[in-house]
């Protein structure tokens, strides 16, 4: 009889537990949570740093055109171990108001021979080259080369133009005087290359101003020719006359050029 009240309690107590364990399970769920491993969190990408201990290191190339015409094409080029010259593709463009700059990475420091080449526009013929220049050798240097479009010639001036006293103690002058006088007379300089063709000057053209148009001339191309006069109708007119050629004057000096138009 003891034995089956024994049982009795024994089962008792056995629904008693689990009844407690049902009526705590919602809890444990709840709980859990806090308890369980996290999941791994992705590391974020950091934006670029701007500061300048990061910028690339480089330097640059300058060109610098005098009497540069608009739409002026430029080209660098290298020189191989035969001597020819090639373009470099990536450095090639047009002038930006007279000048042309490329940015040179380090690792091309100090390397040559290059040149700039000048031409009218990007499929013309050369105008001009430049000296044989090296790369820069160190950051943030810079190896500016400057071009004159006016060619070097003979340093000579013939004995034909006149001379007067210049205008102004730092350069020389060429003037035209044009008779007779005529209303919206266009002028225009010109310059003679090796194989005797003539070639305008896009920065000395302009309209005569009472039978007479003068202009400036730099010290560095003192002495520079052959050039000469061309005289038109109007910008886009007929052709009246072309001047006897002339080399520029020196400092504090006046090349002064006569034109007599057919009456």
């Known amino acids: 009889m003891n034995h089956k009240k024994y049982q009795t309690i024994l089962w008792f107590a056995f629904l008693t537990l689990i009844?407690?364990?049902?009526?705590?399970w919602p809890s444990l769920l709840t709980h859990a949570g806090p308890d369980l491993p996290s999941r791994e969190t992705p590391t974020p990408v950091q934006p670029p740093d701007d500061k300048d201990d990061d910028k690339p290191v480089g330097a640059h190339i300058v060109l610098q055109v005098r009497s540069a015409p608009v739409g002026v094409w430029t080209v660098v080029q290298w020189q191989d171990s035969a001597g020819d010259w090639h373009d470099i593709e990536g450095w090639q463009g047009t002038l930006d108001e007279g000048k042309k700059v490329w940015w040179v990475d380090a690792a091309a420091f100090g390397k040559g021979?290059?040149?700039w080449v000048i031409y009218q526009d990007q499929r013309?013929?050369?105008?001009?080259?430049?000296?044989?220049?090296y790369l820069p050798y160190s950051a943030g240097e810079a190896v500016m080369i400057?071009?004159?479009?006016?060619?070097?010639?003979?340093?000579?001036?013939?004995?034909?133009?006149?001379?007067?006293?210049?205008?102004?103690?730092?350069g020389g002058h060429i003037e035209l005087c044009v008779r007779p006088a005529q209303a919206g007379l266009w002028t225009i300089v010109q310059w003679q290359d090796d194989l005797g063709d003539w070639h305008d000057i896009e920065g000395?053209?302009?309209?005569?101003?009472?039978g007479k148009k003068v202009w400036w001339v730099a010290p560095a191309d003192s002495g520079k020719g052959p050039f000469r006069w061309v005289v038109y109708q109007g910008q886009r007119g007929k052709l009246l006359a072309r001047s006897e050629s002339f080399y520029l004057p020196?400092?504090?000096?006046t090349v002064r050029i006569d034109v007599s138009l057919a009456p």
């Not at 009844?19 to 705590?24: E, G, Y």
């Open 250 to 253: 020196y400092v504090g000096q």
């Open 146 to 170: 400057e071009v004159s479009l006016v060619p070097s010639q003979s340093t000579s001036i013939p004995n034909s133009p006149s001379t007067l006293p210049s205008l102004s103690p730092d």
């Open 204 to 210: 000395w053209q302009g309209t005569l101003d009472g």
């Open 113 to 115: 021979p290059f040149r």
């Open 19 to 24: 009844s407690v364990l049902l009526l705590a």
């Open 124 to 133: 013309d013929k050369p105008l001009a080259q430049s000296e044989s220049f």
